[in-house]
């Protein structure tokens, strides 16, 4: 049977190029920590008749006819969210992580209040306040720093920083932070100060829902994760809240923000967040940190600085400029050439400029999907440390390539069936 047959005799050329990325994503072993594979029941879901309807507004309150059956969507979807994060209020209609983080602080914020969220080149994200970004413009920004001498957060110099600049919201929940997230901390630093808690746990999202990290609700005043990452759903977004801001959040989305949802992928977001609640899934979120910590330890072992010196959750930050005289970005185009696909990332008080960082960034989650556990983390290691010390010899790196490949052949992908390629 012919593989995307429509695609075929529509679009021949989109159809090569979708089958070549799968063959990538099969090929290669793939540690940027926000990418992993959807299942095969989440991609159904995506790709469903569900793309053809336009939704606008919130269920049973819709502008046009025809809602029975995206209404029902919706609702197992909010349902499912409000269980898997303990909250009393759930929207599942953002289109992604940066309209979600906008659209709570457009329904709890003035333009010109004060946020204090994580530097972007300490591992914060652009939507937490960084300068060129809305968040940063919008608001006035008071970033806090990681302490210089550890490398953590700390909570100590954040209370005194909130005490100082008097925020109206405090953003926790990083994209290259290796370490366990005190949300309580959090919790009493915005009590004392009278700001509100937001929490962004987009990328350890599928760890709490694990139960292999802690989560911050129902603390937080305000939450939003992407539902990719280690939740391993859509591309999409949801936001979580308690019950006094969720009438000015469902507002900021729409109108505010955003048209009709689309609903094919509010349908794949009630997948994932019912396959979260699995057996098998928390013995994948579990399996995640432990292959961290085991790669963490290899490459430490090879001679490479960890920043925070290890990690606690999926994800590895490690410097190449000053361990191995390389730059992080040189580092990761030769590992890529080596069929280890990562990215360059600042490390905290970076020296370097943020297109030629001094460090990688890596992370387990996509890898730890196809059934790689602590023996695939030793020799992965050793091929990382291979190809960074011969980046500028090709022989070495494709030779460490078609190592790579042939251990990937062992493990399948979720979601792909190298068979349809035939």
């Not at 049977?1 to 063959?23: C, S, W």
């Not at 349902?79 to 909250?87: G, L, P, Q, S, T």
């Not at 928390?282 to 330890?297: F, P, R, T």
């Not at 030793?378 to 030779?399: C, F, H, P, T, Y």
């Amino acid at each position: 049977m012919t593989y995307l047959p429509a695609l075929k005799d529509t679009d021949p050329t989109i159809r090569d190029l979708i089958i070549t990325e799968e063959k990538r994503e099969w090929d290669k072993m793939r540690l940027i920590p926000s990418e992993n594979y959807a299942s095969h029941a989440v991609m159904e879901a995506t790709g469903s008749c569900l793309t053809n309807k336009y939704s606008e507004g919130y269920a049973k309150k819709r502008y046009y006819e025809g809602q029975q059956v995206v209404d029902e969507v919706e609702l197992l979807a909010i349902e499912r969210a409000k269980e898997v994060f303990n909250m009393p209020h759930a929207n599942v209609q953002p289109y992604s992580g940066s309209p979600a983080n906008m659209a709570v602080y457009h329904a709890v914020l003035e333009h010109g209040d004060t946020i204090m969220g994580l530097a972007l080149p300490h591992g914060g994200h652009l939507t937490h306040g960084w300068k060129v970004n809305f968040s940063g413009k919008t608001y006035h920004s008071s970033p806090y720093e990681l302490d210089q001498e550890t490398e953590l957060l700390n909570y100590d110099k954040i209370l005194e920083q909130a005490r100082e600049v008097k925020p109206k919201m405090i953003i926790a929940g990083y994209t290259a932070y290796p370490r366990t997230i005190d949300w309580t901390k959090f919790r009493e630093i915005c009590d004392e100060v009278g700001a509100y808690f937001h929490a962004d746990t987009s990328h350890i999202t599928g760890l709490i829902a694990g139960g292999v990290h802690p989560s911050p609700y129902p603390m937080a005043d305000t939450g939003i994760t992407t539902s990719h990452k280690t939740l391993r759903g859509p591309r999409g977004a949801l936001i979580v809240c308690k019950e006094e801001h969720a009438e000015k959040i469902d507002k900021a989305i729409m109108p505010g923000l955003q048209g009709g949802p689309h609903n094919n992928t509010t349908a794949a977001i009630a997948v994932a967040l019912k396959e979260s609640q699995t057996p098998e899934f928390k013995a994948y979120a579990a399996q995640i940190v432990a292959n961290a910590k085991a790669l963490a330890e290899k490459l430490n072992s090879h001679g490479f600085r960890l920043v925070t010196g290890g990690t606690d959750n999926h994800l590895i930050l490690f410097e190449t400029q000053a361990s191995k005289g390389i730059s992080g970005r040189d580092a990761a185009k030769a590992l890529d050439t080596a069929g280890i696909v990562t990215n360059c990332n600042t490390v905290p008080f970076d020296p370097n400029p943020p297109f030629k960082p001094s460090g990688v960034r890596i992370g387990t989650p996509a890898i730890t999907s196809r059934g790689m556990k602590e023996d695939e983390m030793a020799k992965l290691g050793d091929w990382m440390s291979e190809a960074i010390d011969n980046a500028s010899d090709e022989a070495v790196l494709k030779r460490i390539a078609g190592e790579v490949e042939e251990l990937c052949q062992s493990f399948p992908c979720p979601g792909i069936t190298p068979e349809n390629w035939q």
